[in-house]
């Protein structure tokens, strides 16, 4: 295999995985703002987020679930079109590899 044979498959992988990834691209950038702006308020401020002995569960939770739904409402009002299907078998094959990983079987 010659070496622009090599970088013509390098290129068509990057192209695709762009391809893939720029419809749920602002799902991605969303939740990891989201989550890395929940840690570091959980860390600066522990006093706020722990104020109660549920009101941690409740941070981790329900601010989540916001924004899961807010997520849902953009997927469905920007006309998002994904393979359900398609992404659920990758997800679930994913996790399958994780937990063989770990040493599960």
């Not at 987020?49 to 989540?64: D, F, G, K, M, N």
């Not at 953009?74 to 992404?87: C, L």
């Not at 990758?90 to 994780?98: A, I, K, T």
């Amino acid at each position: 295999m010659t070496k622009e044979e090599q970088l013509r498959i390098i290129n068509d992988t990057i192209k695709k995985t762009k391809y893939n990834l720029k419809p749920l691209g602002y799902n991605l950038v969303f939740w990891g703002v989201l989550i890395i702006t929940m840690s570091l308020f959980h860390y600066f401020f522990p006093q706020i987020v722990q104020l109660t002995y549920y009101s941690s569960l409740i941070y981790w939770v329900a601010i989540p679930l916001f924004g899961m739904v807010y997520t849902t409402y953009y997927n469905i009002n920007s006309g998002t079109n994904w393979d359900m299907k398609r992404n659920l078998e990758e997800s679930l094959e994913l996790f399958g590899r994780f937990l063989d990983c770990l040493g599960f079987q």
